[in-house]
């Protein structure tokens, strides 16, 4: 009994692996995106790098004066301020794009429950014309029903807007009730200013309990600490002194920043940035543009 041995298959043709095929399909797109994510991060961190591009930590005290033409006994004089201020503007954040007021209304009108409402109503004005297209004298109760239903939708953003506005208004009110106010050293004499009529160049004193108003570089300490948690994360407080200790201008401690707290001690300062060109005023911005960009996820999955 002769045995039939089986034809071999050359490896040129076996049949594809459809599995294997999908595997390094998905594994191609996985690499396509991981480097498009890359070099987007990688830009961002480029980026971030430029707009905290600090050398004023590593200045000598001359150099410093020579730079914003101040003397740091005696402080910019009124005259100088004066146009600094009208040069650089006002020392306070720029606000975010707010929602315009009528995007505001409409989210109410169709956000939450009142989508039932909106359907209901438009459920009640087909059945009424469906019945209205047969017999003419039909009863309008469906129409009158889906009138009162948007009627309640309307009056009820109404309200909702009214106390989110009085809210808003509220909260400003309080906001602007007691303005920042700032040591600072002019013509000679020490006084008390707005702090958003704080410039460059200008000298100013804080102690524990103040929010420092400008970014600053550390001209006297005396056992000064502060909170840098908004800024940096450190949970602990941080001492400030007048020596460079770091080439990165966050981590050094003869730098103060906009915002964050004197938690103990004493300290004046050369104010070197302010409003939106201190530190914690270009992270902001920077936070704003990386905001705009679509989620990684979501464009995966639409390419996918």
């Known amino acids: 009994m002769s045995s039939h041995s089986q034809p071999k298959i050359s490896p040129s043709q076996e049949p594809p692996d459809i599995y294997t095929n999908e595997k390094k399909e998905k594994e191609n797109k996985s690499n396509i995106f991981s480097g498009i994510k890359g070099k987007k991060k990688s830009k961002k961190v480029e ?6 591009d600090i050398t004023d930590h590593k200045l000598s005290i001359d150099e ?8 740091i006994k005696q402080g910019l004089s009124a005259a100088a301020a004066q146009e600094i201020l009208a040069r650089d503007g006002p020392n306070k954040l720029s606000p975010p794009k707010g929602t315009p007021e009528i995007v505001k209304f409409l989210m109410l009108m169709a956000g939450g429950f009142a989508i039932v ?28 029903l889906a009138i009162i239903l948007i009627a309640v939708v309307v009056m009820t953003a109404t309200f909702a807007y009214y106390q989110e506005a009085k809210s808003t208004n509220i909260m400003a009110g309080f906001k602007n009730m007691v303005p920042q106010q700032a040591l600072v050293l002019r013509d000679g004499k020490r006084k008390e200013i707005v702090a958003e009529n704080l410039v460059t160049g200008d000298i100013i004193f804080i102690k524990g309990g103040d929010k420092i108003p400008a970014d600053i570089r550390i001209l006297e300490s005396s056992g000064c600490k502060v909170d840098n948690s908004s800024l940096t994360g450190e949970s602990e407080a941080q001492p400030r002194g007048t020596e460079c200790t770091d080439d990165n201008p966050l981590e050094t401690r003869n730098l103060g920043f906009f915002s964050t707290t004197c938690l103990e001690g004493t300290a004046s300062g050369l104010v070197i940035n302010t409003s939106d060109r201190t530190v914690i ?5 920077l936070a704003t543009q990386v905001g705009d960009q679509r989620h990684p996820l979501p464009w995966r999955s639409s390419t996918l």
């Open 281 to 285: 005023g270009r992270i902001a911005s």
């Open 117 to 144: 409402f909106w359907i209901s109503s438009a459920l009640c004005f087909l059945a009424y014309g469906l019945q209205a297209a047969q017999d003419p004298t039909v009863s309008k109760d469906n129409l009158w």
């Open 47 to 52: 980026n971030l790098k430029k707009e905290l």
């Open 64 to 71: 410093l004066q020579r730079k914003y033409s101040v003397d």
